[in-house]
């Protein structure tokens, strides 16, 4: 069977489609007025014994009625509309043309009436215009046959023209009154329209708040969820790759490190990137120094560079920003992160410099790479598009890194501008307000701080109330030589310390039964040891206040899944600087 021909229908004209009640009542009080005002004619006819005016204005009040129940009862709007207008039309040309002397009749101010009238309740139709021409045409006919000296009777007594003009205006008024009164109830349905259309907005952008809140608390209970049996499988392969293993067995455990790992990485990019849409999330805007915040990326991407065979080059800088540092390190670790992944050769270049006089301040991300085309410039800001990745290739990203940075920089209000076109590189600007030079300490260069320090029967305390983790934790630190004490509750640790056992360092999660959590454990455990004990807090939360709080205390906080080497050094430094 042949599929079925779509036809597009002819769009209906304003008086076919369905009229609501209030333009139904419009017409009714239009028709109600002029019966009114007829009937005041007629009385005044029949008092000054002018039969034609009676007769004439009875028959109107006939067809007007008879056009009420047209209205009321069958509802033939259009029919009405029509009925109406050319009826009063006719009764003006008839009253100024054959009975009050043309247009100077006290009946001739109608007809200013009729045009509007025919517009308000037929619209722009082709009827309405049809009624503005013939209403114009009489007014100009009777001016006409004025100027070319036509004579038009007078029928009624001259001594009763006052009545008559008072009338006449009487009626003129009454018609306006409508006229009003029809303005006022559409402007009255606009305005409910309005309140009812922007309550309805405010509704969607409640629900849609509301929804984003949802999301947000899910995917933060998602990210607890699935980082939990995450860290426990690094931990495991981690303990797993310090063993004796045959060759194959090395290549099938260098794998599962390898997957691992991506799918540490992709975790930490989705949950910070999902963290972006918290409604609770504000920058902490403040004085930031652009120069450490250069100097930790140049230690992060030094080696991939010199690995992929690029120059690097991050110029030093002594300009401060007004910035959030998290969010600004965030930004600039995914542009450099982008530019040295899409440049085969070349150089990569990140500098600041001082702009419009001073008050702002340029960063900038260059690199020799693919470049981007015009037309995507827009289109790589979206989530998961990736310009060079169709296939959707894991290796490349998950495609959220340059919507983070479009995000971030919307919520520190941070401008950021793209150059680029295909074959030519890319160039990222960010613009920024400068801030006031603060005095710093200088920091200790971590890759020369001494770090050799063994950590075979130091004495660790840890306290992780999931099993799984517990399990990997414990093995993978005894591997490394340590003296662990593992405990699934808070005050089984505080029990072991008040026995005499002083931890050298103490692991806790954050998260825990009860009204305890890991920062308050570890200020329990440092108060009964009588010492600041070094310690760490680990999480699966994507709360952005608590790295905040655990930096108040002195802590280091490590996102779950935490890197194994990297809890290592941790431990190392933190160890090493105590002593």
């Known amino acids: 069977m042949a599929p079925p021909v779509e036809t597009k229908e002819a769009s209906p004209t304003y008086t076919q489609k369905k009229r609501d009640s209030s333009d139904l009542e419009l017409l009714l009080d239009f028709n109600r007025t002029v019966i009114v005002y007829a009937a005041c004619y007629a009385v005044l006819s029949w008092a000054i014994d002018f039969k034609p005016g009676v007769i004439s204005m009875l028959s109107h009040i006939a067809i007007m009625l008879a056009n009420l129940l047209s209205i009321k009862y069958w509802r033939n709007y259009a029919l009405s509309a029509n009925v109406y207008l050319v009826t009063n039309c006719i009764v003006a040309v008839l009253g100024c043309s054959y009975f009050s002397g043309g247009i100077l009749s006290p009946v001739a101010p109608w007809f200013a009436t009729g045009p509007i009238t025919a517009v308000l309740i037929l619209g722009m139709s082709t009827n309405a215009m049809l009624l503005v021409a013939l209403n114009f045409l009489c007014v100009f006919g009777l001016a006409a046959a004025n100027m070319l000296g036509i004579a038009l009777p007078v029928r009624y007594d001259t001594q009763y023209t006052g009545l008559f003009f008072a009338l006449s205006q009487i009626g003129l008024v009454a018609a306006v009154l409508v006229h009003t009164r029809m303005f006022h109830r559409a402007e009255s349905r606009a305005l409910q329209a309005s309140e009812i259309s922007n309550q309805e907005l405010r509704n969607a952008k409640l629900r849609a708040e509301a929804a984003t809140v949802a999301k947000s608390r899910f995917l933060a209970s998602a990210s607890h969820d699935l980082r939990q049996p995450a860290h426990a499988l690094g931990m495991f392969v981690a303990r797993l790759g310090s063993m004796p293993k045959d060759a194959q067995s090395s290549e099938l455990v260098r794998g599962v490190e390898s997957s691992v790992r991506e799918l540490q990485e992709m975790l930490d990019v989705f949950f910070d990137y999902s963290r972006l849409d918290t409604p ?25 560079a010199v690995e992929k065979g690029l120059r690097l080059a991050i110029r030093p800088t002594t300009l401060w920003i007004e910035s959030d540092p998290i969010l600004l390190q965030r930004i600039l670790l995914n542009l450099l992160s982008n530019a040295i992944r899409y440049t085969q050769t070349g150089t990569v270049l990140l500098s600041c410099r001082s702009s419009q006089g001073g008050s702002q301040a340029r960063i900038e991300v260059s690199d020799s790479g693919i470049g981007i085309a015009q037309h995507l410039h827009e289109r790589i800001f979206e989530e998961f598009f990736q310009v060079a990745n169709q296939q959707r290739s894991r290796d490349q990203g998950l495609g959220l890194g340059l919507a983070m940075v479009e995000r971030s920089c919307r919520l520190v209000k941070h401008t950021l501008a793209l150059r680029s076109n295909l074959g030519c590189g890319s160039r990222f600007t960010l613009y920024a307000p400068q801030a006031v030079q603060r005095l710093t300490i200088p ?94 807090l680990i999480s699966g939360d994507t709360e952005i206040d608590l790295k905040n709080q655990a930096a108040d205390i002195g802590l ?6 935490v890197q194994p080497g990297k809890l290592r050094n941790l431990i190392r430094r933190e160890v090493e600087n105590r002593r």
């Not at 504000?282 to 991939?304: C, D, S, T, Y």
């Not at 280091?556 to 899944?561: E, M, N």
Request: aromatic share 6%.
């Open 443 to 536: 920091e200790r260069d971590d890759e020369k701080m001494d770090v050799s320090h063994d950590l075979t029967t130091l004495r660790v305390l840890v306290i992780e109330d999931d099993a799984l983790s517990n399990a990997a934790l414990k093995a993978l630190l005894e591997s490394w030589g340590c003296q662990v004490s593992a405990f699934f509750e808070a005050h089984l640790a505080y029990l072991h310390v008040e026995s005499g056992e002083i931890p050298d360092f103490v692991i806790s999660d954050y998260r825990m039964s009860g009204d305890t959590n890991g920062i308050t454990a570890i200020q329990t455990l440092r108060r009964l040891c009588g010492r600041s004990v070094p310690a760490c």
């Open 280 to 304: 609770t999330l504000e920058p902490r805007l403040g004085p930031v120094e652009v120069n450490a915040i250069f100097n930790q990326l140049r230690k992060l991407f030094a080696g991939v």
């Open 556 to 561: 280091v906080l490590l996102k779950k899944p």
